[in-house]
Nanobody, 123 residues
């Protein structure tokens, strides 16, 4: 099983980034895919998730209206479009996969994780 994130980087406040998570080694269409983030000294935070079974999505309060999650089953890839970025969005962003075919926000329900990609938003 592999999850490989890409698309992170340095951006100014108000800017945008698109994260990608390419997956392999499991049946992508049956999994719920999530994005989490962790800033230094803070706990891992659920950002967004999407159920590949029926396309349901959820967002954390801090990102709702600015971030959009999407999934391409043909490419086994999940994306996170991030707009209107703020310095408080600075963190390492992780992609994760869960066998729970429902919306799940707790990291302990995710079995597979990527290595993470750094997002830094300068003020």
């Amino acid at each position: 099983v592999q999850l490989v994130e890409s698309g992170g980087g340095l951006v100014h406040t108000g800017g945008s980034l698109r994260l990608s998570c390419a997956t392999s080694g499991f049946t992508f269409e049956y999994y719920t895919m999530g994005w989490f983030r962790q800033a230094p000294g803070k706990e891992r935070e659920a950002v967004s998730c999407i159920t590949n079974s029926d396309g349901l999505t959820s967002y954390g309060d801090s990102v709702r209206g600015r971030f959009t999650i999407s999934s391409d089953k043909a490419k086994n890839t999940v994306y996170l479009e991030m707009n209107s970025l703020k310095p408080e969005d600075t963190a390492v962003y992780y992609c994760a996969a869960s066998t729970m075919a429902i919306v799940v926000n707790a990291p302990e329900w995710y079995e597979h994780w990527g290595q993470g990609t750094q997002v830094t938003v300068s003020s």
